[in-house]
C-alpha cells in the first residue's frame, strides 16, 4: 500500500538560511499534520490541514509557514534556522472523510534537518 | 497543555518474554493509539483504539483503551528480537486533532 512520502529525507543548512520540506499524503487522505522530535524526545505537534485550510496550530515558530496545496501535498517553510532547529520533521496524513473511527495518522520516514 | 505519563521509560528483556507498559493523562482522550518507532525512522501504527473499555489484538500485540479515558496499556506477548525499538502511546481528542505523545518506552530484546 501507498505510504506517506517525504522529500528530502536529509537536509543539511547553515544558520540563518531557510529550508523547504516537503510531504505527499497517502493517495485519499485529505488532512496533513507536521511534527518535529528532537533527539531523544516525542514528537511534538506543529500544525496541521484540512482540506488545504489550516486546522490546528501547535509550538510551530512563527520563523515557520506551511501550507496545502491542491492536490493535497504539503510544505513546511523554514526561515532564520537556528541551531535549535535541527531535528526530525515529521509529516502525518489521515482521511477524516470517514467520521469518527479509523481516521488514523500515518507517519511518513521524516526529513532528518541539520543546521550548522 | 496535554501530557501522557508514559512507564516505564525503558525495558531490558529476555527474548520470549511477556511486556507491559502503559500511559495515563490527566485529561480524557476520546482514541488511543499506539506507534512503534525504529531508529531515524517514522512511527508505525500499532493499535489504535477508540472506544472506552475496548481491547484490541494485533498478533502478540494487545491492547487496552481504559473505562475512565485517561489511560491506556500496551502488552506484548512472547518477545522477539525484532520487537526491539522505542513504543510511544498518543492520545487524540478528535476525529483530525493532533497526537499528544508520551515520552515512549525503550524496549531492549536480550536473545
Known amino acids: 500500500a501507498a505510504g506517506v512520502i517525504q522529500s528530502p529525507r536529509h537536509l543539511i543548512k547553515e544558520k540563518r538560511e531557510t529550508a523547504t520540506l516537503k510531504c505527499y499524503p497517502i493517495?485519499?487522505?485529505?488532512?496533513v499534520y507536521w511534527y518535529q522530535q528532537g533527539p531523544g524526545q516525542d514528537p511534538q505537534f506543529l500544525i496541521s490541514?484540512?482540506?488545504?485550510?489550516?486546522?490546528d496550530k501547535g509550538s510551530i515558530p512563527d520563523r515557520f509557514s506551511a501550507q496545502q496545496f491542491s492536490d493535497y501535498h504539503s510544505e513546511l517553510n523554514m526561515s532564520s534556522l537556528e541551531l535549535g532547529d535541527s531535528a526530525l520533521y515529521f509529516c502525518?496524513?489521515?482521511?477524516?472523510?470517514?467520521?469518527?473511527?479509523?481516521?488514523?495518522?500515518?507517519f511518513g520516514p521524516g526529513t532528518r534537518l541539520t543546521v550548522l | 497543555g496535554q501530557q501522557l505519563n508514559q512507564s516505564p521509560q525503558s525495558m531490558f528483556i529476555q527474548e520470549g518474554e511477556d511486556v507491559s507498559m502503559n500511559c495515563t493523562s490527566s485529561?480524557?482522550?476520546?482514541?488511543w493509539l499506539w506507534y512503534k518507532q525504529d531508529p531515524g525512522e517514522g512511527p508505525v501504527l500499532l493499535i489504535a483504539l477508540y472506544k472506552a473499555g475496548e481491547l484490541t489484538s494485533n498478533g502478540r500485540l494487545t491492547a487496552q483503551f481504559g473505562i475512565t479515558r485517561k489511560d491506556s496499556f500496551l502488552n506484548i506477548s512472547a518477545s522477539i528480537p525484532s520487537d526491539v525499538g522505542i513504543y510511544f502511546c498518543?492520545?487524540?481528542?478528535?476525529?483530525?486533532?493532533?497526537?499528544?505523545f508520551g515520552k515512549g518506552t525503550r524496549l531492549s530484546v536480550i536473545a
Open positions: 485529561s480524557i482522550f476520546n482514541t
Open positions: 498518543a492520545g487524540q481528542v478528535g476525529g483530525n486533532t493532533p497526537l499528544v
Open positions: 493517495p485519499r487522505h485529505d488532512t
Open positions: 490541514f484540512y482540506e488545504k485550510m489550516q486546522s
Open positions: 502525518a496524513s489521515s482521511d477524516n472523510k470517514r467520521r469518527g473511527r479509523y481516521n488514523e495518522q500515518f
